[in-house]
């Protein structure tokens, strides 16, 4: 492949997730560095960088579950020319989202209120520094308009190294369909 | 009488028949308020039939309810006319006076208080249904006196009587509407066309079918209907001469040589009200039809489908066929003809616009879920209880009866070359005059506007939802088979009136009533009705328009029937005529959420008491 | 006489297929090696034509294929990008219509609607979830019965009536709200006479009707379509799916 005249810059982010699409992420193994050849890191649990500057590829893993969620993911709309959608969270909510067909009201009286073993008085909590959730948790093309999706429970590293490169020597990704996902 | 002792005495009267499983749960509900499980459970044991098919058939319909939904069900005709004459704020003001939310059932079991589908009504809306029973005209007033008859459980007998008056409003009659026949004529000039008249009433019903063979009288009556090249008036325009004749030709394999006649009265189409005032004004005539239909194809059974929203007429209409039995004109014998022996029954539905597609009609009428048949077969070699089948419109029906009496010539001299006699329209909307206008087809819509007293208009949506929306630019256009295919709405509009609001209703229609068979009606209905919604809630965008057409294009391509194929008219129809009412509510962004995030934080909001800024999320990015 | 025993064709994408008197399209195309796509046809049944899977163009007006009689001389398109487009929206409306969370699904890789989706490369659900309340039914002591998967396919009801004379299943409901539903007063099925040699069993395309106390047998990546695509691995026994997570 070849080097394009600069770096692109890239942004990830995990919402609603577990981080396993980022620890598959790093099963490209070594070929991390041939991806650093390609690309530099902005905003990402990587670098630790806090906010998303311009960037040429957002990287989303997991849903939207809460209102910081939204704001991170449209910080990343508005940096972000191209913005993916990596696993199955952020595909279309996943394991959090395994609690949409519940009423947020109950679960949060069921977890702060009326399950065994709560410390007394127990509450639900009200600090402003705390983001709200919201009543479910969403995909993120619920929310911003996403251009790629990869799906997978996480997908494999060789899924991510294929549709990264792809990415990133302008074609539209495409997968085997060994590397083609759901779980 | 015990609960089982009211549910054998109906199974009993039906026979324990599974085929009238929908008269069965009917009658029950009436009885009990609702259909309990162990109601259910007895009725499947009694037909015989699995408990969960008796289930399906109960849970298909919207007039049947497998919970209590209070002893007073109120349930507003929610066509857009109904919108347009004021019926959203009534229903709010009946809900606030009742201490209920729409939709949901009391606390106390008393009322519950909904939205359905166009009952039928719309030239004296705001129209609705009480226990299945149809009001008209309601007013503030009227809720206010309807809320305290509720509260102080008057029953139904008691309230007054001309809220329960439906009138005919007709405005405009020609040779349907303004005809002098006498019950019977018809039958008479049939048999009188045969040389068999006069011949002693057989007893043997048998008889009849092969005494088709000998008997030139029916094959003559079709040939006058096949000569005035009358075509259905349900709105595909199929020749009716030709359905008969293939009906009455389809080969029976098995020796069970029964055919059957259905009337199609299931005038679910919102904006369609012809059928209505026809079985009202004149019941002779479509029951005459159908009795000439039996004649020509050799059957002797005949049914009306008569859609639930006009549960009202049953007892009239029945009262009819009783006279028409005592004068000769049903039963054996008819018209002193041996052998000629036909009856009708009248069965009604429950709430489901898709019964009224003719296969799912039939399923229906054999007490199945409404769901429209794989075809081929059609219904005129493997319909009613898959024996060769009519199913024809009621306004088909009496202009048979007619063309029977007075000749197939006579009929084509009226309308155009390819349409001929005259189409019924209801019309409704912002015109002076609703109501019922019967013209000879090539009226143009130009002629007919200032006829009902509209002025400034702005769209005429004919046929209804699946029809066509047509704007000023189309007026000239004629009502025909050959330009506007219709069967018989006409909404207007003026130019006070938003089209998207008005295709956003018709979305919401479609996505209620797809029966949810095929996969793109089902998800695609329910889809197109949230973009609308999206649209209408200020989230819409560009994206959200695409999204419109591309789930109209695969209904069009991949949907088992006629209501996915049709859905997307009114968003095409609009989108193309109208596409300002759309555009001013998108916002500038390409993309938007596709739901209210700060709502979306409502609950959480709540639970914590918080009101910060930090619990809020703006629309717009 | 030799003009009768002549093979009579048709035409799919261009390349001849024979056919027999009476069989469908799909019929047809299966029985010569063509894989059309679908969710609720099955041999052994009576075509039902509700999924909209095989959906083709005859003559180039749109069909149902398992529905639709052959008659020599009809061209069939069948693998255009148009119709792959129109089935993958199909998919993705199947999709969002449910839920469907494939990792903790244990028909994940046998499963026919994914399988069909990674056939067609479909990459995201695309349209709205909408998330429905469908609550799992585990009354019965040897099955478990999740709704949240229910693609409506009706095979199972097909299987149950017609093969094992039992009904257990049927559909209520309408529209978007259209549901399963099993033949018992309670709703449940531990009081229906399900058992787990019934064909309607082994019938489920996807993960609705499952043996208990099975789980991940058989790892996932080394599952029936995992590998091999179900466009070429169509021709199976109707229990190959159940015998592989055995």
Known sequence: MNAPARKLRVATTSLAGCFGCHMSFLDIDERILKLLELIEFDRSPLTDIKHCGPCDLGIIEGGVCNAENVHVLREFRANCKILVAIGACAVNGGLPAQRNHLDLRDILEEVYHTSPGLAPGSQIPNDPELPLPLDKVYPIHEVVKIDYFLPGCPPSGDAIWKFLTDLIAGRTPHLSHEMMHYD | MSETDVIDAILDRHRRDGTRLMQILRETQEQLGWLAPATLTRIAVAIDWPRAKVEGTAGFYSFFHTRPLGRYRVLWSDNITDRMLGNADLTRMMCEKLWLEAGRVSEDGLVSVDTTSCTGMCDQGPALLVNYRAVTRMTPQRVEQMVELIRNEAPLADWPAEWFAVADNIRRGDILLNNAMQPGDALRACVARGPAAG?????????????????????????????????????????????????????????????????????????????????????????????????????????????????????????????????????????????????????????????????????????????????????????????????????????????????????????????????????????????????????????????????????????????????????KRRIAFEDIPTAGAMMIFNDQRDMFEVARNFAHFFAHESCGFCTPCRVGTSLLKNCMDKIADGHGSQHTMNEIFQINRLLQMASHCGLGHTACNPMFDTLKKFRPAYERRLKTLDFEASFDLDSALAQARQMTGRDDAGSHLETQS | MSRMNEQQVFLIDGRDVPFAPGQTVMQAALDAGVYIPHLCFHPQFKPHGSCKL???????????????????????????????????????????????????????????????????????????????????????????????RCILCELCVRASGEVDRKNVFALSGRGITKHLIVNSESGRLGDTDMSTTDMAMSVCPVGVILKKRVGFAVPVGQRKYDTIPISEQFGDAPNAVLEQTR
């Not at chain 2, 019903?205 to 000569?227: F, M, Q």
């Not at chain 2, 549960?311 to 009819?320: F, G």
């Not at chain 2, 046929?463 to 929306?469: A, D, L, N, R, V």
């Open chain 2, 199 to 475: 011949k002693e009433a057989s007893s043997n019903d048998r008889s009849w079918r092969e005494t088709v063979v000998a008997n030139p009288g029916p094959a003559l009556a079709l040939e006058e209907i096949k000569l005035s090249n009358l075509r259905g008036r349900g709105g595909a325009g199929f020749t009716t001469g030709l359905k008969w004749e293939a009906c009455r030709s389809a080969s029976v394999a098995d020796g069970d040589s029964r055919r059957f006649i259905v009337c199609n009265a299931d005038e679910g189409e919102p904006g369609t009200f012809k059928d209505r005032v026809l079985l009202t004004a004149q019941p002779d005539l479509v029951f005459e039809g159908m009795t000439v239909a039996g004649y020509v194809v050799g059957a002797t059974q005949g049914y009306v489908y008569l859609r639930g929203e006009y549960r009202y007429l049953l007892d009239p209409l029945n009262a009819v066929l009783a006279r028409r039995r005592a004068q000769g004109l049903l039963g054996r014998g008819i018209a002193g003809q041996a052998g000629f022996s036909f009856d009708i029954e009248i069965h009604l539905g429950a709430g489901a616009y898709i019964c009224g597609e003719e296969s799912a009609l039939i399923e229906s009428l054999e007490g199945k879920r409404g769901v429209p048949r794989n075809r081929p077969p059609y219904p005129i070699t493997h319909g009613f209880l898959n024996r060769p089948t009519v199913v024809n419109n009621v306004e088909t029906f009496a202009a048979s009866a007619l063309i029977a009496l007075q000749g197939g010539e006579w009929f084509r001299g009226i309308g155009t070359s390819k349409s001929s006699g005259t189409k019924i329209l209801s019309i409704s909307g912002d015109c002076l005059h609703p109501g019922i206008y019967e013209y000879p087809f090539g009226v143009t819509i130009a002629q007919v506007l200032p006829a009902c007293g509209a002025r400034d208009v702005h769209a005429v949506q004919v046929s209804g939802p699946s029809g066509i929306c047509i704007d000023e630019t189309e007026f």
């Open chain 3, 54 to 148: 095989c959906t083709v163009k005859v003559n180039g007006r749109p069909a149902t294929s398992c529905t639709l009689p052959v008659a020599a001389g009809m061209e069939i398109e069948s693998e255009t990008a148009e119709l792959k487009d129109k089935r993958r929206m199909l998919l993705q409306m199947l999709f969002v219509e449910g839920n469907h969370f494939c990792p903790s699904c244990e028909k994940s890789g046998n499963c026919k609607l994914q399988a069909l989706a990674y056939d067609l490369g479909m990459m995201s659900p695309h349209y709205d979830h909408f998330f429905p309340d469908r609550p799992v039914d585990a009354t019965h002591p040897e099955i478990l019965l999740d709704f949240n």
